[in-house]
Protein backbone atom coordinates (compact mmCIF):
# COMPACT_ATOMS: atom_id res chain seq x y z
CA UNK A 1 0.00 0.00 0.00
CA UNK A 2 2.01 3.49 -1.12
CA UNK A 3 1.13 5.77 1.34
CA UNK A 4 -0.04 9.17 -0.21
CA UNK A 5 1.95 11.23 -2.15
CA UNK A 6 0.77 14.40 -0.90
CA UNK A 7 2.34 14.12 2.49
CA UNK A 8 5.07 13.92 1.14
CA UNK A 9 7.97 11.34 2.41
CA UNK A 10 6.64 7.57 3.14
CA UNK A 11 5.26 7.62 6.43
CA UNK A 12 7.23 5.37 8.61
CA UNK A 13 5.22 2.43 11.00
CA UNK A 14 6.81 3.99 14.44
CA UNK A 15 5.41 7.62 13.23
CA UNK A 16 2.65 8.81 15.50
CA UNK A 17 0.22 9.76 12.59
CA UNK A 18 -0.80 6.72 9.71
CA UNK A 19 -1.11 7.56 5.98
CA UNK A 20 -5.14 7.60 5.81
CA UNK A 21 -5.16 4.88 2.98
CA UNK A 22 -3.66 2.76 5.47
CA UNK A 23 -5.87 3.39 7.98
CA UNK A 24 -9.00 3.24 5.40
CA UNK A 25 -7.11 -0.20 4.78
CA UNK A 26 -7.19 -1.46 8.56
CA UNK A 27 -10.73 -0.14 8.55
CA UNK A 28 -12.09 -2.11 5.78
CA UNK A 29 -10.15 -5.46 6.88
CA UNK A 30 -11.96 -5.48 10.13
CA UNK A 31 -15.25 -5.79 8.62
CA UNK A 32 -15.97 -9.54 9.00
CA UNK A 33 -16.87 -10.48 5.61
CA UNK A 34 -15.61 -13.92 5.65
CA UNK A 35 -17.53 -17.09 4.78
CA UNK A 36 -19.51 -18.89 5.87
CA UNK A 37 -21.61 -15.94 7.00
CA UNK A 38 -20.00 -12.68 5.54
CA UNK A 39 -21.14 -9.31 6.71
CA UNK A 40 -21.79 -7.91 2.85
CA UNK A 41 -24.10 -5.12 4.58
CA UNK A 42 -21.16 -3.52 6.57
CA UNK A 43 -18.81 -3.90 3.77
CA UNK A 44 -21.22 -2.28 0.87
CA UNK A 45 -22.02 0.96 3.84
CA UNK A 46 -17.93 1.37 3.39
CA UNK A 47 -17.63 1.24 0.20
CA UNK A 48 -20.97 3.96 -0.29
CA UNK A 49 -19.53 6.24 2.44
CA UNK A 50 -15.57 6.35 0.56
CA UNK A 51 -17.69 6.10 -2.27
CA UNK A 52 -19.49 9.29 -1.93
CA UNK A 53 -16.33 11.21 -0.19
CA UNK A 54 -14.18 10.51 -3.80
CA UNK A 55 -17.89 12.12 -5.43
CA UNK A 56 -18.55 8.87 -7.41
CA UNK A 57 -21.47 7.56 -8.01
CA UNK A 58 -23.16 4.18 -6.44
CA UNK A 59 -24.96 1.66 -8.04
CA UNK A 60 -26.41 -1.79 -6.89
CA UNK A 61 -27.16 -4.63 -8.52
CA UNK A 62 -28.50 -7.91 -6.78
CA UNK A 63 -27.70 -10.65 -9.01
CA UNK A 64 -29.68 -12.96 -6.71
CA UNK A 65 -31.43 -12.41 -3.21
CA UNK A 66 -28.81 -11.38 -0.69
CA UNK A 67 -25.84 -11.55 -3.46
CA UNK A 68 -25.16 -7.57 -4.43
CA UNK A 69 -22.97 -5.61 -6.62
CA UNK A 70 -21.77 -2.26 -5.70
CA UNK A 71 -20.51 -0.32 -8.61
CA UNK A 72 -19.02 2.64 -8.18
CA UNK A 73 -18.51 5.34 -11.45
CA UNK A 74 -15.90 7.80 -12.23
CA UNK A 75 -17.82 9.58 -15.38
CA UNK A 76 -15.11 9.84 -18.47
CA UNK A 77 -15.24 13.33 -20.32
CA UNK A 78 -15.85 10.82 -23.39
CA UNK A 79 -18.73 8.63 -22.00
CA UNK A 80 -19.80 7.48 -25.47
CA UNK A 81 -16.21 5.23 -25.59
CA UNK A 82 -15.88 1.88 -23.68
CA UNK A 83 -14.86 2.04 -19.85
CA UNK A 84 -11.99 0.73 -17.53
CA UNK A 85 -13.23 -1.85 -15.04
CA UNK A 86 -11.69 -1.87 -11.60
CA UNK A 87 -13.17 -5.11 -9.97
CA UNK A 88 -12.60 -6.65 -6.44
CA UNK A 89 -14.62 -9.45 -4.53
CA UNK A 90 -15.89 -8.32 -1.05
CA UNK A 91 -15.34 -11.73 0.08
CA UNK A 92 -12.61 -13.70 2.37
CA UNK A 93 -12.10 -17.31 3.08
CA UNK A 94 -12.33 -18.53 6.47
CA UNK A 95 -9.02 -18.68 9.34
CA UNK A 96 -8.01 -21.14 12.01
CA UNK A 97 -7.95 -18.29 14.48
CA UNK A 98 -5.68 -20.87 16.82
CA UNK A 99 -3.01 -20.50 13.88
CA UNK A 100 -2.85 -16.77 14.04
CA UNK A 101 0.14 -14.78 15.80
CA UNK A 102 -3.16 -12.08 15.92
CA UNK A 103 -6.74 -11.38 15.43
CA UNK A 104 -7.40 -11.75 11.98
CA UNK A 105 -9.99 -9.55 11.88
CA UNK A 106 -7.84 -6.61 13.92
CA UNK A 107 -5.80 -5.87 11.43
CA UNK A 108 -3.04 -5.47 13.84
CA UNK A 109 0.07 -3.72 12.67
CA UNK A 110 3.70 -4.76 14.28
CA UNK A 111 6.62 -2.41 14.32
CA UNK A 112 7.72 -3.40 10.83
CA UNK A 113 4.50 -2.20 9.67
CA UNK A 114 3.08 -5.48 8.94
CA UNK A 115 -0.43 -5.63 9.05
CA UNK A 116 -2.40 -9.25 9.83
CA UNK A 117 -5.62 -9.73 8.05
CA UNK A 118 -7.72 -12.18 6.31
CA UNK A 119 -8.25 -10.63 2.80
CA UNK A 120 -4.99 -8.27 3.54
CA UNK A 121 -3.61 -10.02 0.09
CA UNK A 122 -6.88 -11.38 -0.95
CA UNK A 123 -8.20 -8.75 -1.87
CA UNK A 124 -8.73 -5.99 0.11
CA UNK A 125 -5.54 -4.08 -0.31
CA UNK A 126 -6.34 -3.81 -4.22
CA UNK A 127 -9.98 -2.63 -3.49
CA UNK A 128 -8.09 0.27 -1.22
CA UNK A 129 -5.64 0.87 -4.15
CA UNK A 130 -8.15 1.46 -7.02
CA UNK A 131 -10.07 3.79 -4.62
CA UNK A 132 -6.69 5.16 -2.99
CA UNK A 133 -5.50 5.87 -6.81
CA UNK A 134 -8.87 8.39 -8.02
CA UNK A 135 -8.78 9.86 -4.59
CA UNK A 136 -5.00 10.85 -6.03
CA UNK A 137 -5.86 11.70 -9.46
CA UNK A 138 -8.91 13.98 -8.57
CA UNK A 139 -6.59 15.59 -6.13
CA UNK A 140 -4.49 16.49 -8.89
CA UNK A 141 -7.37 17.66 -10.93
CA UNK A 142 -6.85 14.73 -13.32
CA UNK A 143 -10.11 13.75 -15.77
CA UNK A 144 -9.77 11.19 -18.35
CA UNK A 145 -11.86 10.70 -21.56
CA UNK A 146 -13.11 6.83 -20.68
CA UNK A 147 -15.28 6.34 -17.41
CA UNK A 148 -13.99 3.96 -14.52
CA UNK A 149 -15.87 1.75 -13.12
CA UNK A 150 -15.35 -0.06 -9.91
CA UNK A 151 -17.35 -3.35 -9.00
CA UNK A 152 -17.09 -4.74 -5.87
CA UNK A 153 -18.69 -7.95 -6.05
CA UNK A 154 -19.96 -11.08 -3.51
CA UNK A 155 -19.27 -14.79 -3.96
CA UNK A 156 -15.56 -14.97 -5.01
CA UNK A 157 -13.99 -17.06 -3.14
CA UNK A 158 -16.61 -20.02 -3.26
CA UNK A 159 -16.81 -20.05 -7.08
CA UNK A 160 -18.58 -16.63 -8.11
CA UNK A 161 -21.73 -18.41 -9.25
CA UNK A 162 -23.64 -16.16 -7.07
CA UNK A 163 -21.71 -13.04 -8.23
CA UNK A 164 -19.95 -12.06 -11.37
CA UNK A 165 -20.43 -15.51 -13.07
CA UNK A 166 -24.29 -14.11 -13.09
CA UNK A 167 -23.70 -9.68 -13.15
CA UNK A 168 -21.67 -10.44 -16.55
CA UNK A 169 -24.98 -11.54 -18.07
CA UNK A 170 -26.92 -9.25 -17.30
CA UNK A 171 -28.38 -5.68 -18.36
CA UNK A 172 -26.19 -4.19 -15.64
CA UNK A 173 -22.78 -5.02 -16.95
CA UNK A 174 -23.88 -4.81 -20.42
CA UNK A 175 -24.96 -0.98 -19.90
CA UNK A 176 -20.89 -0.30 -18.50
CA UNK A 177 -19.92 -1.05 -21.88
CA UNK A 178 -16.70 -2.29 -20.16
CA UNK A 179 -13.44 -2.05 -23.03
CA UNK A 180 -10.66 -3.58 -20.11
CA UNK A 181 -10.88 -5.10 -17.02
CA UNK A 182 -8.11 -5.63 -13.94
CA UNK A 183 -9.06 -8.16 -11.14
CA UNK A 184 -6.82 -10.14 -8.53
CA UNK A 185 -3.65 -11.60 -9.08
CA UNK A 186 -0.95 -12.58 -6.72
CA UNK A 187 1.82 -10.94 -4.33
CA UNK A 188 5.50 -12.12 -5.97
CA UNK A 189 8.54 -12.14 -3.10
CA UNK A 190 10.93 -10.64 -5.85
CA UNK A 191 11.26 -7.37 -6.79
CA UNK A 192 9.22 -8.23 -9.80
CA UNK A 193 4.86 -8.01 -9.81
CA UNK A 194 3.33 -10.59 -11.57
CA UNK A 195 0.77 -9.90 -14.29
CA UNK A 196 -2.17 -12.45 -15.17
CA UNK A 197 -3.33 -12.29 -18.53
CA UNK A 198 -5.31 -15.78 -18.03
CA UNK A 199 -6.62 -18.80 -15.79
CA UNK A 200 -6.23 -22.78 -15.94
CA UNK A 201 -9.95 -24.41 -16.68
CA UNK A 202 -11.23 -25.88 -13.23
CA UNK A 203 -12.67 -29.22 -14.17
CA UNK A 204 -13.75 -30.83 -10.63
CA UNK A 205 -15.25 -34.87 -11.42
CA UNK A 206 -16.19 -37.56 -9.30
CA UNK A 207 -15.69 -40.84 -10.31
CA UNK A 208 -18.12 -43.53 -9.47
CA UNK A 209 -16.86 -47.26 -9.49
CA UNK A 210 -19.66 -49.90 -9.23
CA UNK A 211 -18.23 -53.57 -8.51
CA UNK A 212 -19.44 -57.04 -6.71
CA UNK A 213 -19.94 -56.78 -3.19
CA UNK A 214 -19.25 -59.51 -0.76
CA UNK A 215 -17.45 -61.16 2.27
CA UNK A 216 -14.42 -59.43 3.18
CA UNK A 217 -12.80 -62.52 3.73
CA UNK A 218 -13.39 -64.09 0.08
CA UNK A 219 -11.24 -62.93 -2.84
CA UNK A 220 -14.52 -61.06 -4.84
CA UNK A 221 -13.77 -60.79 -8.50
CA UNK A 222 -14.34 -57.14 -9.97
CA UNK A 223 -14.38 -55.17 -6.69
CA UNK A 224 -15.02 -51.23 -6.65
CA UNK A 225 -11.81 -51.34 -5.18
CA UNK A 226 -9.93 -52.51 -7.93
CA UNK A 227 -11.61 -50.59 -10.33
CA UNK A 228 -11.03 -47.90 -8.21
CA UNK A 229 -7.29 -48.38 -8.15
CA UNK A 230 -7.15 -48.82 -11.87
CA UNK A 231 -8.61 -44.82 -11.90
CA UNK A 232 -6.20 -43.40 -9.49
CA UNK A 233 -3.44 -45.20 -11.19
CA UNK A 234 -4.17 -43.65 -14.37
CA UNK A 235 -5.50 -40.04 -13.15
CA UNK A 236 -2.53 -39.78 -10.87
CA UNK A 237 0.21 -41.06 -13.46
CA UNK A 238 -0.80 -38.06 -15.50
CA UNK A 239 -0.27 -36.19 -12.48
CA UNK A 240 3.49 -37.24 -12.39
CA UNK A 241 4.19 -36.69 -15.99
CA UNK A 242 3.40 -32.77 -15.65
CA UNK A 243 4.58 -32.20 -12.62
CA UNK A 244 7.86 -34.00 -13.89
CA UNK A 245 7.61 -31.56 -17.25
CA UNK A 246 6.97 -28.22 -14.60
CA UNK A 247 9.96 -29.47 -12.63
CA UNK A 248 12.00 -30.27 -15.54
CA UNK A 249 11.18 -26.78 -18.02
CA UNK A 250 12.35 -23.75 -15.85
CA UNK A 251 10.59 -21.67 -18.67
CA UNK A 252 7.25 -23.21 -17.35
CA UNK A 253 5.15 -21.94 -14.08
CA UNK A 254 2.45 -23.56 -12.72
CA UNK A 255 0.07 -22.16 -15.00
CA UNK A 256 1.53 -23.76 -18.10
CA UNK A 257 0.88 -27.55 -16.84
CA UNK A 258 -1.66 -29.32 -16.10
CA UNK A 259 -2.49 -30.23 -12.67
CA UNK A 260 -4.40 -32.77 -10.85
CA UNK A 261 -5.19 -33.99 -7.18
CA UNK A 262 -7.42 -36.51 -5.46
CA UNK A 263 -8.95 -34.70 -3.02
CA UNK A 264 -11.75 -36.58 -1.45
CA UNK A 265 -12.11 -40.81 -1.35
CA UNK A 266 -15.32 -41.72 -0.38
CA UNK A 267 -16.81 -46.03 0.08
CA UNK A 268 -17.07 -48.32 2.58
CA UNK A 269 -19.69 -49.38 5.38
CA UNK A 270 -17.62 -51.46 7.43
CA UNK A 271 -14.66 -53.90 7.98
CA UNK A 272 -15.73 -57.12 6.54
CA UNK A 273 -18.41 -56.19 3.39
CA UNK A 274 -16.87 -55.43 0.38
CA UNK A 275 -18.34 -52.31 -1.13
CA UNK A 276 -20.34 -52.44 -4.05
CA UNK A 277 -19.61 -48.66 -4.54
CA UNK A 278 -16.73 -46.20 -4.39
CA UNK A 279 -15.82 -42.66 -5.48
CA UNK A 280 -13.30 -40.25 -6.08
CA UNK A 281 -13.13 -36.58 -6.53
CA UNK A 282 -10.45 -35.22 -8.51
CA UNK A 283 -9.51 -31.58 -9.06
CA UNK A 284 -7.93 -30.63 -12.03
CA UNK A 285 -6.68 -27.57 -13.28
CA UNK A 286 -6.26 -27.49 -17.05
CA UNK A 287 -3.59 -25.42 -18.69
CA UNK A 288 -5.32 -22.91 -21.43
CA UNK A 289 -3.00 -24.95 -24.15
CA UNK A 290 -4.94 -27.84 -23.69
CA UNK A 291 -7.63 -29.43 -26.25
CA UNK A 292 -10.35 -29.84 -23.74
CA UNK A 293 -12.19 -32.04 -25.97
CA UNK A 294 -8.99 -34.62 -26.49
CA UNK A 295 -8.79 -34.21 -22.08
CA UNK A 296 -12.34 -35.35 -22.01
CA UNK A 297 -11.92 -38.32 -24.03
CA UNK A 298 -8.55 -39.40 -22.12
CA UNK A 299 -10.20 -39.14 -18.95
CA UNK A 300 -13.41 -41.14 -20.36
CA UNK A 301 -11.13 -43.98 -21.62
CA UNK A 302 -8.85 -43.88 -18.45
CA UNK A 303 -12.87 -44.55 -16.93
CA UNK A 304 -13.82 -47.07 -19.49
CA UNK A 305 -10.22 -49.06 -19.17
CA UNK A 306 -10.97 -49.47 -15.55
CA UNK A 307 -13.65 -52.04 -15.76
CA UNK A 308 -17.42 -52.16 -16.23
CA UNK A 309 -19.54 -49.39 -14.09
CA UNK A 310 -17.20 -46.65 -13.98
CA UNK A 311 -18.54 -43.39 -14.41
CA UNK A 312 -17.45 -39.98 -14.46
CA UNK A 313 -19.79 -36.74 -13.68
CA UNK A 314 -18.82 -32.87 -13.23
CA UNK A 315 -18.79 -30.67 -10.41
CA UNK A 316 -17.26 -28.12 -11.86
CA UNK A 317 -16.20 -27.80 -16.01
CA UNK A 318 -15.04 -24.55 -17.16
CA UNK A 319 -14.54 -24.43 -21.38
CA UNK A 320 -13.69 -21.20 -21.98
CA UNK A 321 -10.02 -20.84 -22.75
CA UNK A 322 -9.60 -17.06 -23.48
CA UNK A 323 -6.59 -15.39 -22.78
CA UNK A 324 -5.82 -11.61 -22.70
CA UNK A 325 -3.33 -10.23 -25.58
CA UNK A 326 -0.07 -8.94 -24.23
CA UNK A 327 1.21 -8.08 -28.01
CA UNK A 328 2.60 -4.32 -27.67
CA UNK A 329 0.49 -4.02 -30.53
CA UNK A 330 -2.65 -4.49 -28.22
CA UNK A 331 -4.04 -0.86 -27.47
CA UNK A 332 -4.88 -1.76 -23.61
CA UNK A 333 -1.96 -3.84 -23.28
CA UNK A 334 0.31 -1.23 -24.58
CA UNK A 335 -1.10 1.13 -22.03
CA UNK A 336 -0.97 -0.83 -19.22
CA UNK A 337 2.49 -2.20 -19.90
CA UNK A 338 3.48 1.28 -20.90
CA UNK A 339 2.87 2.49 -17.79
CA UNK A 340 3.98 -0.60 -15.80
CA UNK A 341 7.30 0.99 -17.66
CA UNK A 342 7.34 4.27 -16.51
CA UNK A 343 6.95 3.55 -12.83
CA UNK A 344 10.21 1.23 -13.53
CA UNK A 345 8.05 -1.84 -13.07
CA UNK A 346 9.58 -5.35 -13.72
CA UNK A 347 6.39 -7.38 -15.21
CA UNK A 348 6.06 -11.32 -15.71
CA UNK A 349 3.69 -12.13 -17.67
CA UNK A 350 1.95 -15.69 -16.21
CA UNK A 351 -1.34 -18.01 -16.69
CA UNK A 352 -3.03 -17.96 -13.25
CA UNK A 353 -2.98 -21.19 -11.68
CA UNK A 354 -6.60 -21.21 -9.96
CA UNK A 355 -9.78 -19.55 -10.98
CA UNK A 356 -10.93 -15.94 -10.38
CA UNK A 357 -13.98 -13.59 -11.64
CA UNK A 358 -11.48 -12.43 -14.23
CA UNK A 359 -12.62 -15.73 -16.19
CA UNK A 360 -16.12 -15.03 -16.28
CA UNK A 361 -15.10 -11.30 -17.57
CA UNK A 362 -13.16 -13.16 -20.30
CA UNK A 363 -15.99 -15.35 -21.19
CA UNK A 364 -17.96 -12.25 -22.30
CA UNK A 365 -14.95 -11.00 -24.50
CA UNK A 366 -13.68 -8.08 -22.18
CA UNK A 367 -9.82 -8.57 -21.86
CA UNK A 368 -8.82 -8.77 -18.10
CA UNK A 369 -5.72 -8.67 -16.64
CA UNK A 370 -4.55 -10.24 -12.72
CA UNK A 371 -3.00 -8.04 -11.16
CA UNK A 372 -2.14 -7.72 -7.03
CA UNK A 373 0.43 -4.95 -6.98
CA UNK A 374 2.71 -6.73 -4.83
CA UNK A 375 6.07 -7.08 -4.83
CA UNK A 376 8.77 -8.07 -2.32
CA UNK A 377 5.88 -10.27 -0.22
CA UNK A 378 5.83 -13.86 0.01
CA UNK A 379 2.45 -15.17 -1.14
CA UNK A 380 0.06 -15.75 1.76
CA UNK A 381 -3.49 -15.77 0.36
CA UNK A 382 -5.39 -18.25 2.14
CA UNK A 383 -3.16 -19.05 4.53
CA UNK A 384 -2.27 -18.19 8.05
CA UNK A 385 -1.16 -14.92 9.29
CA UNK A 386 -1.64 -13.44 6.17
CA UNK A 387 -0.28 -9.46 6.20
CA UNK A 388 0.54 -6.82 3.40
CA UNK A 389 3.51 -4.21 4.67
CA UNK A 390 2.09 -0.77 4.77
CA UNK A 391 4.75 0.61 2.49
CA UNK A 392 3.35 -2.01 -0.27
C1 LIG B 1 -13.37 -23.10 -9.29
S1 LIG B 1 -14.23 -22.04 -8.26
C2 LIG B 1 -13.15 -21.84 -6.91
C3 LIG B 1 -12.30 -20.64 -7.01
C4 LIG B 1 -11.00 -20.76 -6.27
N1 LIG B 1 -10.25 -19.52 -6.43
C5 LIG B 1 -9.14 -19.26 -5.74
C6 LIG B 1 -8.40 -17.99 -6.10
O1 LIG B 1 -8.74 -19.96 -4.83
C7 LIG B 1 -10.17 -21.92 -6.81
O2 LIG B 1 -9.44 -21.75 -7.79
O3 LIG B 1 -10.31 -23.03 -6.27
ZN1 LIG C 1 -9.22 -13.47 -4.29
ZN1 LIG D 1 -9.08 -16.16 -2.47
Redesign the pocket.
Known amino acids: MLPRKDLGEPVRSQDPVEDPSVTLFREYLRIKTVHPEPNYGAAIQFLERVGAELGLACQKAEVCPGQVITILTWQGTSPQLCSILLNSHIDVVPVFEEHWSHDPFEAFKDSEGNIYARGAQDMKCVSIQYLEAIRRLKAEGKRFPRTIHLTFVPDEEI?GHKGMELFVKRPEFKALNVGFALDEGLANPTDTYTVFYGERN?WWIQVKCEGNPGHGSRFIENTAAEKMHRVITSFLEFRKSEEQRLKHDESLTLGDVTSVNLTMLNGGVSFNVVPSEMSAAFDIRIAPTVNLEAFEQQIAAWCRAAGEGVIYEFH?KNMDQCVTSTAETDPWWKAFSGACRDMNMTVKCEIFP???DSRYIRAVGCPAIGFSPMNRTPVLL?DHNEYLNEQG
Open positions: GPQAATH
